[in-house]
């Protein structure tokens, strides 16, 4: 960093004098002056997602994947269900060996919705089934979280019969209902239900209860009666009803992980949001205004689907315990609108693995930024990819995810400064997105440091500097331990020439004589 | 859900499906069946006459091959043979075969068979006051009782009069209308055994089989004249040994006081020579015991497609069972009692069918076939392992299941 005032250097990190926050970059800027600190964003707050100075973590604070907690059932926290490590996959041998799958890498956190997407041939499936124990695994790692033994099992290197121990551990949902055609859809279920060793409870019942959720009872969704298909063989069964059955198969034993192949393809719009709601609750609890507003007439519901109110205590009761994580491979919009993470495989890659909420939280924080706020949604996402490491804001980044994903995430602890009044900038200079933490921003005032605001999580700065191509006008420095997200100089002109005109009307704000700089 | 109660579900619902499958199990039982009750018809023709007769050592010619080939010895063995120590009494039996003219009948479609046609039938010839000491009598004897016995002796008294087995094939003619045959004929109906004169005066119990199809029982004298072989020689020896004596002893002593020309036998020896010989040297024996494996082949194969059909119809469902988390001992198990339910569903039927084949064999053609507990378990026990073999062959299917073919 180079020092926006070279005649003013300040060597240490200001003591903060006790102001309080300033509210808004655009007040610290003074419009007149051209003293917009570098530190503080121009944007009024009013962005999406922008509240009191800060971002929301909208997907987080809505769901609460947090809120999980330390159960024993999940990983501790911090750590995730699946891990995926450096796996490749080769089918045929000899001079028909073909590599299938590429250094794949991959973490899903408890509780996460994770949508598979590419291309036919891309090698999610086969991504999945090794996930799934399906296959055996040739090169890489692989580790399921096993609630039971309150550890990971690895899938590398081990026995059939350890596999089997990894499906046990997972529910299957797969496109063609696989259901056997002798067994009615309770004996179906029962099939599953027999492999949960050391249960308690009744397991009529627990299936009984699957399946009337899943409009199979002996109610319908108008709460009229019906005959129930408890006890229909798949032959009696439409296909959407036998695809419910199997759903139910796949999750009456309450897995951990849920691996599916287009999972609600053959259901109609008010059986596939019962699949999809059911996923999300077992994925974590949702509050009862947000499920009462899927109880709504036909005409509202329209295609979308809708609960009936008999349904929601039943989804309480039957999605009582939390943390279900969901691999799906999916082309149901239903279902990819509530993602939380999309993984998109291209010619055996991983290409791209996005947290949906860490997106938005990105996106939302460059918005705010008259950077990057007048370029194309487009290129705000390729922005925002490039800073993106696959770890929801709410989560602190571990220090192997900052190896993995380099230059993307700066963590500072408590006290350290992040940029110094007066640092040059240069091709090393960066733009930060506070992702995590709060810091203080500073300026010398008479060569004593004067505390201009504190930035908490979705807030920017840096990025005065650079547009200007000068000096740092303020220090900043961690107030608590802070993960920033940091946009490097080339991203940034790249980004910035993009934006040329608007941008140079931004500039005109900071220049005494009003004008745009060449 | 239990691998029987899934093997179980499973059959059940493919109700066509497991009927074609225990159709072609109970076939294949039937065959088993079949061809060991022939089987069995060979061995107790083989023994048929010697479990007919009382004696405790059998003497026979040395030249003795079997029971339809005895060769005769001189009588004067037998007389030899009574003087050794601990025999108490050795009794002769003749045994030859000769001819029959078949009296007039019925074809199996009805078609009338006039009378005349020579068939060939067996002659057994005994000294009649002996004839109860000879045969068995009683439940299943050739006499119903000692009285019976006493009542043919005094029928077989006069000359040229036989009694004939009641169980002799239809087509030799029915013993109680024979008998209002006089000795000159009536009309066209005559008796005639090797050609000359005869009177059918009775009746007795022996049976048939592989050796013959008709017996007659005469006096000594009788047989001498018909079949026309001097009463110097005899075909048998029964040996009745003096209380307390130890057949095998008498036996070394026989062996050693008699002549080379004559040999004699334990009542186990003899059968089981009559069996080696029948069963193992005969082509039929073979031939039997060939279709028995055959049969069992052919089930095997049989249980094998409709199996291996079935699996790879359900290898979804199997795989997904794989996928669910159990592991291969449980598909094994749900093929192997599915092997098992078959081979009930095929047994039962198969095995009453046999019952009334046995009863159509034995009626009709003459063969000692006889449903017996040994053979019942027997071919059971053989049925549920040609469909275990069946399944274990088709059970390597089932684990060709890849649950990563479901995605």
């Known amino acids: ?518 | 859900m239990t691998p029987l109660r899934l093997a179980w579900a499973n059959l059940v619902h493919k109700r066509t499906r497991t009927f074609i499958a225990g159709a072609g199990v109970a076939f294949a039982v039937v065959l088993v069946f079949m061809e060991l009750g022939l089987l069995g018809g060979v061995g107790r023709t083989a023994t048929m006459l010697y479990d007919k007769l009382q004696f405790d050592l059998l003497v026979t010619s040395s030249e003795y091959l079997d029971v339809s080939r005895t060769d005769a010895f001189p009588r004067a063995r037998l007389a030899q043979a009574r003087a050794a120590e601990g025999v108490d009494d050795v009794l002769p039996v003749l045994f030859n075969v000769a001819t029959w003219r078949a009296p007039a009948r019925e074809g199996l479609f009805g078609n009338p068979i006039p009378a005349g046609e020579l068939m060939s039938i067996n002659v057994i010839g005994v000294p009649p006051d002996q004839i109860d000491r000879v045969f068995v009598t009683g439940k299943d004897g050739v006499f119903a009782s000692t009285e019976e016995a006493r009542a043919a002796r005094e029928k077989l008294t006069p000359r040229d009069t036989f009694l004939m087995d009641r169980r002799s094939k239809p087509e030799f003619g029915d013993a109680t209308k024979l008998q209002q045959i006089p000795l000159d004929g009536k009309g066209d109906e005559i008796v005639r055994v090797n050609g000359q004169r005869a009177r059918i005066v009775g009746a007795f119990e022996l049976g048939t089989g592989f050796s013959w199809n008709a017996m007659l029982m005469t006096s000594e004298e009788t047989y001498s004249r018909v079949t026309m072989r001097p009463l110097g020689t005899v075909n048998f020896g029964l040996v009745r040994l003096k209380p307390g004596a130890d057949p095998l002893v008498v036996r070394e002593r026989l062996r050693a006081v008699l002549p080379p020309d004559v040999t004699v036998h334990t009542r186990t020896e003899i059968n089981a020579q009559e069996r080696r010989y029948w069963l193992r040297l005969t082509s039929i024996g073979q031939f039997l015991l060939v279709a028995v494996v055959l049969a069992v082949v052919v089930g095997v194969i049989f249980v094998y497609q409709m199996m291996a059909a079935d699996i790879r119809n359900m290898l979804p469902e199997y795989a997904t069972v794989k996928a669910l988390g159990y592991r291969p001992p449980y598909l094994t198990g749900v093929v192997l009692w599915q092997a098992v339910l078959l081979a009930l569903f095929g047994f039962v039927p198969g095995f009453v069918a046999a019952l009334g084949l046995y009863r159509v064999a034995t009626d009709y053609g003459g063969i000692p076939t006889g449903m017996t507990i040994e053979s019942a378990l027997g071919v059971l026990v053989l049925t549920c392992g040609m469909c275990l073999a069946s399944g274990l062959l088709a059970v390597r299917k089932v684990h060709t299941a890849d649950p990563a073919d479901l995605f």
Do not use: C
């Open chain 1, 1 to 518: 960093m180079s020092s926006d005032d070279r005649n003013t250097p300040s060597p240490q990190p200001p003591p903060p004098r006790g102001e309080g926050e300033k509210t808004s970059g655009a007040d610290v800027a003074g419009r007149s002056g051209g003293t917009q600190s570098d530190a503080v964003g121009l944007a009024p707050l009013s962005e999406e997602g922008v509240v009191g100075g800060t971002l929301g973590s909208p997907s987080r604070t809505a769901k609460g994947v947090g809120g999980l907690g330390s159960s024993p059932h999940l990983p501790p926290p911090g750590q995730p269900v699946l891990r995926v490590g450096g796996v490749n996959h080769y089918f045929g041998t000899g001079d028909t060996r073909t590599q299938v799958l590429f250094d794949n890498t991959l973490e899903v956190m408890p509780g996460e919705l994770v949508i598979m997407s590419g291309p036919s041939g891309s090698g999610k499936t086969t991504l999945l089934t090794l996930i799934g124990g399906l296959r055996t695994l040739q090169e890489g790692e692989i580790e399921v979280w096993d609630a039971g033994r309150g550890d990971y099992r690895k899938l590398r290197d081990v026995s059939e019969d350890e596999l089997v121990n990894v499906r046990r551990l997972i529910g299957f949902i797969f496109q063609r209902h696989n259901l056997f055609d002798s067994l009615t859809a309770m004996q179906n279920i029962r099939m599953a239900q027999r492999l949960k060793e050391n249960d308690v409870g009744d397991y009529d019942q627990n299936a009984r209860e699957l399946l009337t959720y899943l409009l199979l009872g002996e109610k319908d969704l108008t709460s009229k009666s019906q005959k129930s298909k408890f006890y229909n063989k798949p032959a009696a069964l439409s296909g959407g009803q036998r695809q419910r059955v199997a759903i139910a198969r796949a999750l009456v034993n309450r897995p951990k992980l849920v691996l599916a192949d287009e999972p609600t393809a053959a259901l109609d719009a008010n059986s596939g949001l019962a699949v999809v709601t059911l996923l999300q609750e077992l994925a974590r609890p949702r509050p009862g205004a947000d499920l009462q507003k899927l109880v709504r007439s036909a005409e509202e519901a329209g295609e979308n689907g809708r609960l009936a109110e008999w349904q929601l205590p039943l989804l309480k009761k039957v999605a009582s315990e939390h943390g279900t994580t969901s691999l799906i491979v999916t082309h149901d919009a239903r279902i990819m609108n509530l993602a939380d993470r999309i993984v998109h495989m291209e010619r055996g890659r991983i290409e791209s693995n996005v947290v949906v909420a860490e997106r938005l939280f990105v996106r939302a924080g460059l918005r705010q930024s008259p950077a990057f706020a007048a370029i194309l949604p487009e290129e705000q996402e390729k922005i925002a990819d490039q800073v993106l490491i696959g770890v929801h804001p709410d989560e602190p980044v571990r220090p192997d995810q900052l190896a993995a994903n380099p230059g993307r995430v700066r963590v500072f602890e408590a006290g350290a400064v992040v940029m110094r009044e007066g640092d040059p900038v240069n091709a090393e200079s960066e733009f930060y997105l506070i992702r995590r933490g709060t810091v203080e921003v500073f300026r010398a005032v008479d060569g004593l440091p004067e505390k201009l605001t504190e930035l908490g999580p979705g807030r920017y700065f840096g990025e005065v500097a650079l547009l200007m191509d000068r000096p740092r006008n303020a220090t900043v420095r961690a107030a608590t331990r802070v993960e920033v997200y940091a946009v490097n100089r080339a991203t940034f002109d790249k980004f910035r020439s993009v934006s040329r005109p608007f941008i140079d009307r931004v500039l005109a704000n900071f220049r005494p004589d009003g004008g745009p700089r060449g």
